[in-house]
């Protein structure tokens, strides 16, 4: 049976570590040495030393000294460490082995941990980008996903300013409409980098094609991060780290009227309609009238009902009177509700190793306030790892962190957060009337925005906290010289719990009358995972061969809750609970639990001859659950090799050329992408609202009901990814210069696709499900560089440059598809943006293309016909040149996806000063600047406008305008389609951070007992350059689980806020 | 020996690992899903049932595929706004798909008939699940049968005629269309590329409910046989089949009787707007029921009366919400009588001053049941009190509204909370119980009317007219102040005797009684297509609104075409769908 003999490999597995571990070694003897640096004869603590071609090892401790028993037979042992070269020393004898340590200058041999198992870098064929941890964590930031940023070719990352904000982060373009998240792998252990301590890193690689990810089998299609966390090294030390800062907000903000100018925008806009301009508050006339209360409407001082005596707090009703000033000068409600916010951050760690055991234990205090009132992260965080070695050949140990992190925060990117209402809210409202309540647009006239200060402040104790325990346990057993057993069992173990007030808005236009709520909710997350693997490492004679063998099993276990209730007798938050409120409110649902489970057995094997010549072959086998019994299986291989020409004869004499290696890789990977867990069955669902109907007529109840929620199909299976990457690895210039280029290939095929029936709507609301349709192909450039330079003893400095191109295509959708659109879930007032569709990117915008405004008569009867064609409105462009403006002249218009991005690392060091400078940018891509929709169109909902729309809007007088005529109607010709109006360049260039650090000299330090302190002052992005009109052209995905659709501007909280900080780096 | 323990430790777990692993790979990667029913578990009576509700519970207009506003259960856009009846309120760009549609300019990528669509179709394909899964119950006796098939052809005939009625070329589709089933299974024209005449099924699905469902229900939500009867006596008028029509009609008036037995008869013409009356009301013949406050009000789909949520006074009253649907000038004009009380049918209701004029307001007579249609200036809003005369209720900050605000959808103030949904929804406080009226027994009455006079007696006719015009003429139920006066001149008389002798004079007065008794209520567009008057009546409305520039819509001439503005287009990501073989499977109607 087949499922059987898919466990067999499990069961043989267990059955050799029973008589491997059991056996016991014979005829050894025992050598001993110590191993120094040939810079100053130091002692290299912790060096690895191991016998050639053997897993048989150990380490040195502090005093760089070392023991081993080694087989009788055994010539020679190999010395590593990270920042020496290795060395080879003949066993002769029994007599003490003195070994003297070269120091690199090349990292070539530097130990790279790739997938379940670690290479020399020199030794890699496929696709890894090694993040440079310290580039990195010079970047200050809550999340440690977000700091990637520019730091590996290949990897694209998109933040926002929010605290604890989530990021976009793709390996080699989209290749997925749904999640592209990469796999993180921390100490072995699928993980997460949002929440990890970013000081606790020791080292990030990422796997970017099938050659370095095919082991990971269905979970590396996105690509893949793994990371390993410190662990003790060397002598017992105890390490401070931590800086503290402002953020500033942007000085900016989004160039609004103040409120005379909004005055003028309404008395334009009535006047261009052919109507006398009327207004609540700014009376009618040749010219507006800004009067001195907005509440009573237009109200002068002294008029009925402005004395303090006739206020009457009643909403919504007649003999309501919240007496409100007009803000003459004009509320700036961006200013008020960014202010300038602390961040700090504190990591104490201890560490420390023996030959026996070692250990790292950290604690991180991170607090960053957010620039945008109320929003924050608060994280605690411990970390402990421990390795012991029970015997020379077994190694126990564990990686423990748990967190607990308080992060409220907003929905980004969305018209109705408070950030999009500073732009909506006129700027006339005062921020309190005249008593201290909230004013807002429910003074007549004002439009529907939300008064954004009260917003945010109504958040002040709403709670959002999380608490999660990540990590693993393992085992190692080396045996039969060559051979050696791993198990590890861990996973993610994460609660949520939170609370949120409305409060009734009373002095809103909307909703003013709303009764309150209050919504609690928790939800609970956990993953575990088991593997085993088992690897053979040997060399004979020049042939290098390492194999690696598996078994892995991963369990995921999701579920949440959430009740609400509404009309409490007070807001007071001490009030608070699901209970004090009224109970023929009360309402609760519970999401259905997310099941997924998969079994994996893979193989892996490196062979190299004499250093020269790299062949390396990986297969993986995974089962899913989410697949149907038959269709549950998929087998995912990928070859490599690599050829290190500079190693040849032909080329020794090139004195220019340290090294040189061309490498070449195919693979295959696979995804389940955001399939649903429950793909393959038919199902019927019930919900409240969905299926239930008040049959008996009673107001109040509903009889429950269901319906058929989805179909399932059986023969959905994995999405698959064939891979093709050719690299080139090269140091030039004695060492000098450093660089790699890679260009790949990665076709997406059977691209998990929510199936649209071939009957369309006729099908009815059940879903459809998932099927294997539809190509994706990306192809791109990767490049990185790194020259380090030498001006004098004193003077050095080193630069690393990194770039990122893909190209995305969509080559075919499933069968009924033409195109797909994808609306935003920012808002979708004008429709979608996006249109998915063969040959062209994913993301690209789609839409109507605007030439320019028409000028006059004359140019509205000169240009094709056009409904609602006027001067001063939109001219299109007639795609199909049939003479007349349709639907079937939308087009393509512009496309998200940069054509490169870009990082840049300087850092100089001069004596005891160090100087660090940090640069990004995204080159080619078009953004929608969509809040122009608000702000340069009164007619639509009057909020605020633009000052752009006051002094450049089109009239009879001003027919070269950039923004289209003020008016009154909202039609085909201005505001109800979508168009590219909206675009503009996304192309910026930000520093990033820079900084400059001073270290105390040791010898002074020696007294104290302190072994380095190095200090510092940072400033994080300095400056960015672009032509970008609105906050920050870097904007993510308004939902970042959805990649269809991105580079849309709904009011981000943006990614390039100034912050200055100051930190400190003890080593006692 | 202690180091060796370590050894066996990790010796002994890889064992049981790997023998726990041999025993749990078979079914270690079968997930069972959890919070949802598999098949065989609703393969039973009470599954059909529960399958049956969930085919009712769209009827609201929301829950399924499509929703949102473009489907509301009133059809208040296509019904009332594309009409003469509203406008469509709020700010210029605010629901911008209406735009078109008002102005009868719609494009068939617009958003709202595709919310229409699919929801309608969604309803049709819940019907037809009862259907298939009738047969796979097995412990259902014949009269479940009966039953069960009886409603659910009842719905798949209902969602059907609204179909036709908004996109006319929409095809049937039976409980054997599924997922295997091919494009041009389902076409909407035929081997000669001519459109397919749907009426014929959705008349042999109402009259199979007709025939077969029992004249009472327990639960007053559930169709009765009349309401069937009522049904397919509108499907008949729609065709013109006035004989088949005044048939069913005549028994309905006769014998009739609502799902809780009580005898069709009018009601207090405000009790049918009323959540706490309209539910058991001798005069509601079918309509879809709302709930609020029941759980499903933070869900976003909810079954109080999602549709109609923006169709609230602004920034007060009941409401704070949207500002949209505010009843037209014309509308509030044509509810001018005169001197006996009679409508003005030559049409003059638009000449002279305007109903709430802002300057030199008409004076005249005025139906009554003007101010139970509409919110005015000055007149009490049921009991929110007057509606501000300075039209602070109205959203007319970027441009005019007019001066009314809708009300037959609108709850009382001493209902808010109880009746108005208190749930953790944005549109809470317009969230109501209150019922969409699919059929009313006025509308019966109005339909034997017109039959009468096509067909049949005039007198008969004039009596039916005259039975409605008395109700309205109850004064106890007229709009008063809170001194006890009345809040207009409110006058309304009954035709004469022989008065309906003349055809044309008597249609024409039917007509009329139409709208001001069913004004805003959805129904007006649909029976200007059918009486094929929509191009004369829509293009005088346009002319009209476009001289006294009171909405900013009409700020401009629009114009409806005759031939292609009666139907809304089909939705062009269908007609992509469908046609996506090459071949014309979903032919767009005629115009688009």
């Keep these: 049976m087949r499922l059987k003999t898919t466990c067999i490999p499990a069961c043989i597995f267990a059955v050799l570590l029973i008589l491997t571990t059991s056996s016991a070694f014979s005829q050894q003897k025992k050598i001993s040495g110590k191993v120094t640096s040939a810079k100053d004869n130091s002692p290299v603590a912790f060096a690895s030393v191991t016998v050639k071609g053997t897993t048989i090892g150990t380490n040195t401790d502090a005093a760089g000294e070392f023991t081993l028993n080694v087989p009788s037979d055994a010539k020679t042992i190999v010395i590593t460490s990270v920042g020496y070269l290795n060395a080879e020393v003949a066993i002769s004898g029994s007599d003490p082995v003195t070994v003297s340590l070269k120091e690199t200058t090349s990292n070539l041999d530097e130990i790279v941990v790739t997938g379940y198992t670690a290479q020399k870098k020199k030794d890699i064929t496929g696709s890894v980008a090694v993040v440079n941890v310290n580039n990195m964590k010079s970047v200050p930031s809550g999340t440690t996903e977000s700091i990637l940023q520019g730091q590996a070719a290949g990897v694209t990352v998109i933040n926002s300013g929010a605290p604890g904000g989530g990021s976009n982060v793709r390996i080699r373009g989209i290749t997925s409409l749904g999640s592209a998240d990469p796999l993180v792998i921390i100490d072995g252990v699928q993980g997460s980098l949002h929440d990890l301590n970013v000081n606790d890193v020791e080292s990030i690689q990422v796997l970017k094609d099938a050659g370095a990810a095919a082991i990971y089998g269905i979970q590396g299609s996105n690509g893949v991060i793994v990371v390993t966390t410190k662990k003790g090294k060397g002598k017992s030390k105890i390490t401070y780290d931590a800086y503290i800062g402002t953020q500033r907000p942007l000085s900016k903000g989004f160039n609004l009227a103040n409120t005379s100018e909004y005055a003028q925008a309404i008395w334009m806009q009535a006047t261009n309609s052919g109507v006398a301009p009327e207004h609540a508050q700014f009376g009618s006339g040749a010219s507006p009238v800004i009067p001195d209360y907005i509440t009573p409407a237009g109200a002068k001082e002294g008029d009925a009902g402005t004395n303090p005596a006739d206020y009457v707090f009643d909403p919504g009703q007649a003999d309501d009177n919240r007496i409100a000033k007009a803000n003459k000068a004009g509320t700036d409600w961006f200013h008020e509700i960014f202010k300038p916010a602390m961040i700090q951050s504190h990591t104490i760690s201890a560490s420390g190793s023996s030959d026996k055991s070692n250990y790292y234990f950290s604690v991180n205090y991170l607090n960053q306030e957010g620039t945008l009132l109320n929003t924050y992260l608060k994280r605690y965080s411990a970390r402990i790892n421990t390795t012991f070695s029970v015997k020379n050949n077994i190694r126990i140990g564990e990686n423990a962190y748990v967190y607990y992190k308080q992060n409220p925060s907003i929905t980004n990117q969305n018209e109705g957060n408070a950030i999009s209402n500073t732009y909506r809210e006129p700027p006339i409202i005062p921020i309190y009337d005249i008593m201290g309540n909230f004013a807002g647009t429910g003074s007549d006239g004002l439009s529907n925005a939300a008064n954004p200060y009260a917003q945010q402040m109504r958040q002040r104790d709403n709670k959002s906290n999380t608490w999660g325990m990540s990590g693993n346990v393992f085992g190692e057993v080396d045996f039969l010289k060559h051979f050696t057993a791993r198990t590890s069992f861990g996973g993610t173990v994460e609660n949520n719990y939170y609370y949120y007030f409305n409060y009734t808005a009373y002095e809103n236009a909307e909703g003013n009358t709303s009764a309150n709520s209050f919504v609690e909710g928790s939800g609970y997350r956990s993953q575990w995972l088991w593997t085993n693997t088992l690897t053979y490492n040997n060399v004979i004679g020049d042939h290098n061969i390492k194999v690696l063998v598996g078994s892995e099993a991963k369990n995921v276990y999701n579920r949440a809750l959430e009740a609400s209730r509404s009309n409490y007798y007070t807001t007071n938050p001490a009030y608070w609970t699901l209970g004090t409120g009224d109970p023929s409110t009360q309402s609760n649902t519970g999401n259905s639990p997310y099941q997924l489970a998969l079994f994996s057995l893979f193989g892996r094997v490196d062979y190299n001859y004499a250093d020269k010549y790299l062949l390396s072959g990986v297969i993986r086998r995974d089962g899913s659950s989410v697949f149907s019994k038959d269709h549950r299986y998929g087998n995912f291989p990928s070859v490599t090799a690599g050829w290190r020409i500079s190693k040849e004869e032909f080329l020794k004499g090139v004195s220019w050329l340290n090294e040189l290696k061309i490498r070449g890789g195919w693979g295959k990977l696979g995804s389940i992408s955001n399939i649903s867990a429950t793909n393959p069955y038919s199902l019927y669902y019930t919900g409240a609202g969905n299926s239930y109907y008040d049959i008996s007529g009673s107001n109040t109840s509903a009889r429950q009901g269901f319906y058929l929620g989805q179909y399932g199909n059986t023969n959905t299976t994995w999405e698959e990814d064939i891979v093709t990457n050719i690299g080139l690895d090269a140091t030039i210039l004695k060492n000098k210069l450093d660089f790699s280029v890679e260009w790949y290939k990665k076709s997406i095929s059977g691209l998990l696709y929510q199936l649209q029936f071939q009957i369309g709507n006729y099908i009815g609301g059940t879903a459809a499900p998932y099927v294997n349709s539809g190509n994706i192909q990306n192809t791109g450039i990767d490049f990185s560089a790194t020259y380090h330079g030498t001006v004098s003893s004193d003077l050095k400095f080193d630069i690393t440059g990194t770039l990122t191109s893909y190209k995305s295509k969509v080559v075919s959708l499933p069968p009924g598809y033409k195109y797909v659109d994808q609306t935003s879930s920012g808002s979708s007032r004008i429709g979608a943006f996006v249109r998915t569709q063969p040959g062209q990117p994913i993301g690209a915008f789609y839409g109507y293309e605007v030439l320019g405004l028409f000028k006059d008569d004359a140019d509205v009867n000169k240009s094709p016909t056009q409904d609602a064609a006027a001067p001063g409105r939109f001219k299109y462009r007639d795609v199909n040149g049939d003479g007349k403006i349709s639907d079937a002249d939308r087009t393509f218009f512009g496309n998200p996806n940069p054509n490169f991005t870009y990082g840049l690392n300087l850092a100089v060091s001069y004596k005891n000063f160090d100087f660090s400078a940090f640069f990004y940018g995204s080159q080619g891509n078009d953004v929608i600047n969509y809040v122009k929709y608000w702000t340069d169109f009164p007619q639509v909902f009057g909020g605020n406008v633009s000052k752009a729309a006051v002094y450049n809007s089109w009239l009879p007088t001003r027919t070269n305008a950039t923004v289209p005529k003020l008016e009154q109607e909202a039609n085909f010709s201005n505001t109800t389609v979508f168009s590219s109006y909206y675009k503009e360049k996304g192309s910026y260039l930000r520093c990033k951070q820079m900084q400059i650090g001073y270290t105390l000299p040791s010898a002074t330090l020696r007294r104290f007992g302190i072994d380095k302190f190095r200090i510092y002052v940072q400033a994080a992005n300095l400056f960015t350059i672009t032509k970008y009109t609105g906050l920050d052209p870097e904007l993510q995905a308004s939902d970042l689980g959805n990649n269809s659709n991105f580079g849309i501007d709904f009011g981000n909280y943006p990614a390039n806020q100034k912050n200055y900080n100051v930190g400190v780096s003890v080593t006692f | ?592």
């Design chain 2, 1 to 592: 020996m202690k180091k060796n323990k370590f050894r066996y430790f990790i010796a002994a777990s890889s064992i049981a690992g790997g023998i726990l692993a041999v025993a749990a790979c078979s079914k270690f990667l079968d997930k069972t899903p959890v919070g949802t029913l598999s098949p065989t578990v609703v393969y039973n009576k009470s599954g059909v049932e529960g399958i049956l509700i969930g085919a009712y519970s769209l009827l609201d207009g929301e829950g399924g595929n499509g929703g949102g506003w473009g489907s509301a259960a009133s059809n208040w856009v296509y019904g009332s706004v594309c009409a003469d009846e509203a406008y469509k309120g709020s700010t210029p760009s605010d629901q911008g798909d209406i735009v078109p549609l008002e102005t009868w300019t719609a494009t068939s990528t617009n958003g709202y008939p595709s919310g229409k669509w699919s929801l309608c179709y969604d309803g049709v394909q819940r019907a037809n699940e009862v259907l298939r899964t009738i047969p796979l119950a097995k412990d259902l006796s014949a009269d479940d049968i009966k039953e069960f098939t009886a409603e659910a052809r009842f719905l798949r005939g209902h969602y059907h005629f609204e179909l036709k009625k908004v996109f006319n070329n929409a095809p049937f589709i039976a409980e054997t269309v599924g997922v295997d089933t091919k494009p041009e299974e389902v076409a909407n024209v035929d081997a000669n590329g001519n459109y397919v005449n749907i009426w014929p099924q959705i008349i042999e699905d109402l009259k199979f409910a007709a025939d077969n469902l029992p004249e009472t229900q327990t639960e007053i939500g559930r169709v009765n046989s009349w309401a069937a009867k009522a049904f397919l006596a509108k499907a008949y008028l729609f065709t013109a089949d006035y004989t088949n029509a005044k048939t069913v009609l005549d028994d309905i008036i006769s014998k009739g009787q609502t799902s809780g037995g009580k005898k069709y008869d009018l009601a207090a013409f405000l009790d049918n707007f009323d959540a706490s009356k309209q539910k058991d009301d001798p005069e509601i013949v079918f309509a879809a029921q709302m709930s609020v406050n029941d759980g499903s009000g933070t869900s976003g789909t909810s079954n109080g009366n999602y549709g109609d949520v923006l169709n609230f006074p602004y920034n007060a009253g009941p409401g704070a919400c949207c500002g949209f649907f505010n009843p037209s000038q014309s509308l509030a004009n044509s509810f001018k009588t005169d001197a006996n009380g009679l409508p003005l049918l030559d049409g003059s209701y638009n000449t002279g001053s305007l109903i709430s004029g802002k300057t030199s307001p008409y004076a005249g007579n005025v139906d009554p049941r003007l101010d139970w249609t509409m919110g005015r200036p000055g007149i009490p809003y049921l009991d929110w009190g007057l509606v501000p005369t300075d039209d602070s209720w109205l959203r007319n900050d970027q441009g005019s509204n007019g001066r009314f605000i809708p009300k037959k959808n609108v709850y009382y103030k001493s209902q808010k909370g109880s009746l108005s949904s208190t749930e953790n929804n944005w549109a809470a406080t317009q969230l109501t119980a209150n019922n969409v009226n699919l059929i009313r027994f006025s509308d019966v009455l109005l339909w034997a009317a017109e039959c009468e006079i096509r067909i049949g007696d005039p007198e008969k006719a004039r009596t039916y007219v005259n039975r409605i015009r008395t109700r309205a003429a109850d004064n106890t139920t007229w709009v008063k102040m809170d001194n006890g006066n009345y809040a207009d001149k409110y006058k309304i008389g009954l035709y004469p005797a022989g008065s309906f002798n003349d055809k044309t004079y008597a249609l024409n007065a039917i007509v009329f009684e139409r709208r001001l008794e069913l004004a805003m209520e959805g129904h007006r567009f649909f029976d200007l297509v059918r009486w094929g008057t929509a191009s004369a009546t829509l293009n005088a409305y346009a002319k009209y609104e476009n001289q006294i520039k009171i909405c900013y819509i009409y700020n401009s001439l629009q114009t409806f075409t005759p031939g292609k503005s009666e139907y809304f287009p089909i939705p062009q990501g269908q007609i992509d769908a469908l046609n996506a073989d090459g071949k014309t499977n979903l032919k767009q109607n005629p115009g688009y």
